[in-house]
């Protein structure tokens, strides 16, 4: 056998990408790689990604109002979602063109109080033999703050707020626009056995999404009012401040209605033991009010999401994100559940059906 043949007869070594080893090694190295990048990528993105997602829950938001809006006022998209803007602008502006000499003093007045009423529970506990002091309660709440994540030390000043805030805005109104050509550009980059799946998964996740966001405005509109009125006809000190801090902070299941609680109950309490079990009884009554009536009626039956499971995503999100991942936490876990679904049905469906039988 000449020395040609016996070169045909050898296998390739390790050291040539025509081996099956080599390539199945490199395909693993690839995928790995390519997971570090994301990753990576992730991490150092972390800010404009939250951005966008804050975007398009708004521009979710805008086009759920122009498309109620479109059920009495058929007119073109583009001058409802006109009105839904300028609406929108004049409620924000009207309310704190009206009072916002009366709040900026409420406020001052309420950091003193809260200070104050945060002095006296450490106190109490040290009378019970806590080892606790205010300086300890203070402390902590500053390191709370301090572990939110990357987001929030590029958005932690008023300038960079504003900024972010203007951006998420502009965005938002340009995706309102025309949701659909921005879909349908997603949706050009995917293979075409594809597009139908995603065109179905898109629907269902601003369905949800819609729903989502308009039991969240109910939500933080009874909560704020319901609070601000019944704190006023108590005799509640800062009952309008309440009222907007608690309808703000409704917007954050479970940790929101946590912070607007302790708020409500330690400026209750400064205005004597009554006026403290009334906000009491008064924070009760709009929680239970928005839990068992209005979640269930119009955010629950679209989501359905755990409260565990919220609250962990919160904690996860806003350690990672900051003070945008917080506040987005919610939908984005809604997406996720809504795209497992769907997934899980897709799957189904293709397991069910029968299987084409091979040609002969």
Sequence with gaps: MSGKQKVHLEAPGPSELRSPLVQHEITRAGTWIAMAVAVALLALLAQPIMLILGALVLATMMDGGTRLLGRVLPIHRGWRLTIVLLAAVAFIVYTFYLTGASLAAQAQAMRLIVEAQVSRVGAWLQQLGISTTPNDLKGLASQALSSLGRVTAAVGTVFGALTSAVMMLVLAIFIAIEPKLYERGVAWMLPMNKRASFYKVADKMGWTLRRLMFGRLVGMA?????????????????AGLLGILTGLFAFLP????????????????????????????VYLIVQLIDGYLIVPMV?????????????????LFGALFGILGLFLADPIIAMIKVYLEERSKSLDEESASPATPLPQ
């Design 222 to 238: 009874v909560e704020g009012v319901g609070t601000w009125l019944l704190l006023w006809a108590g005799g509640v000190p800062m």
């Design 254 to 281: 479970n940790i929101g209605a946590i912070i607007s609680g302790v708020l409500i109950i330690l400026v209750g309490f400064s205005a004597g033991t009554d006026a403290g079990l009334y906000a009491l009884f």
């Design 299 to 315: 955010a629950k039956r679209a989501t359905d999401l755990a409260p565990a499971l919220v609250l962990a995503a919160q904690i």
